[in-house]
């Protein structure tokens, strides 16, 4: 399921450190260290309204109306859409089937472990945060090798609001039931054109891939609501997030490996105590000797960081 979601261009993680012997030993050992939810100083992680079941019209209208949308009936009230006849006559068969294609969003929750990474190398406040100051350093990873190795995760950019997301299954089950829908349509469509010479048939398959892309678009957010959102406050992190799915009921982290060509940089920053420096270029010698280290200096003229080879 993971997999199918995994439609953005490829683009790099940064993760922070300070100067810890934790941060020595995950990198000497090319692991990540992947924590439960609880473990965050953030107390609204995972803090969203999970919705399950087909809503009642007249109790949850809001609800009703969504799903309607997601499946291709946008109404602007409950008497509109009850007076389309192709929605009534299939709604409740369509809306039984599509709510059993939705994950256990809730239930999941307790097995999933986070890595959070950032989407620049020269953010002040990260490096102030989360690098110590300019005493630690910056692993950039490349993002297809992180979210592919083993076991899978998923890598979404946090959303940041300013109230809890909802989460709707049902919604959520249709749009996967779209998305099919448009693939296995335009797969049809091209045996047509290639076999039959259905040459008019060209112009559909743009209609189907938008609306599989909205669909795609729609299950995207759903994933970002229930397992990446935070209070508006913290947008300065600009965070990505890998989440590992797990069968455990526990609480307890735990360390996921890295093929360590996912290293294709070491930022490090100018005031890290030259001892641990040393540390750090023998272990990323051993490791990583592909990747180049620089170093993240404070400009003389600006307010901001200069990434420089020395």
């Known amino acids: 399921m993971w997999a199918q979601m995994q439609s953005e261009a490829n683009r790099k993680l940064y993760k922070f450190s300070g100067p810890t012997e934790y941060a020595l030993q995950n990198l000497e050992s090319g692991v ?13 992680e ?39 006849q192709a929605f009534v006559e299939n709604m409740e068969e369509y809306f039984d089937e599509c709510q059993h294609y939705a994950p256990p969003f809730g239930a999941m929750r307790q097995g999933i472990r ?12 990260m490096w102030s945060h ?9 692993i950039v990873f490349d993002e297809d090798l992180i979210a592919n190795a083993e076991p899978e995760g998923y890598l979404l950019d946090v959303a940041y609001l300013q109230a809890p997301p909802t989460v709707d299954r049902l919604v959520y089950g249709i749009a996967w039931d779209q998305d099919w829908f448009s693939q296995t ?27 599989g892309a909205d669909a795609l678009r729609m299950m995207h957010d759903i994933w970002r609501h229930a397992f990446g959102t935070k209070p508006a406050e913290w947008s300065y992190e600009r965070e990505r997030r890998l989440l590992i799915q797990t069968d455990r009921d526990d609480e307890l982290p735990i360390l996921r490996k890295y093929p360590f060509e996912a290293i294709k940089l070491i930022i490090v920053g100018e005031r890290m105590p030259r ?33 420089v080879s020395a």
């Open 32 to 44: 990540i260290f992947c924590q439960h939810h609880s473990a965050y100083n953030d107390p609204f």
């Open 46 to 84: 995972f803090w969203s309204n999970i919705y399950e079941g087909i809503p009642n019209p007249e109790i949850e209208p809001s609800r009703f109306l969504a799903a309607a949308a997601a499946w291709g009936f946008p109404a602007d009230s409950i008497d509109e859409l009850m007076s389309c």
């Open 114 to 125: 986070i890595a959070c990474f950032g989407s620049e190398q020269d953010n002040l406040l």
């Open 130 to 138: 989360y690098g110590d100051g300019l005493r630690g350093f910056c």
């Open 185 to 211: 349509a335009i797969e049809e469509t091209k045996k047509a054109i290639e076999y039959q010479g259905r040459t008019e048939l060209l112009s559909e398959i743009p209609i189907y891939e938008e609306a």
């Open 275 to 307: 001892a641990y420096r040393s540390r750090l270029e023998a272990i990323c010698a051993k490791n990583c000797g592909h990747a180049p280290i620089v170093t993240a200096r404070r400009s003389s003229s600006h307010y901001r960081l200069d990434i």
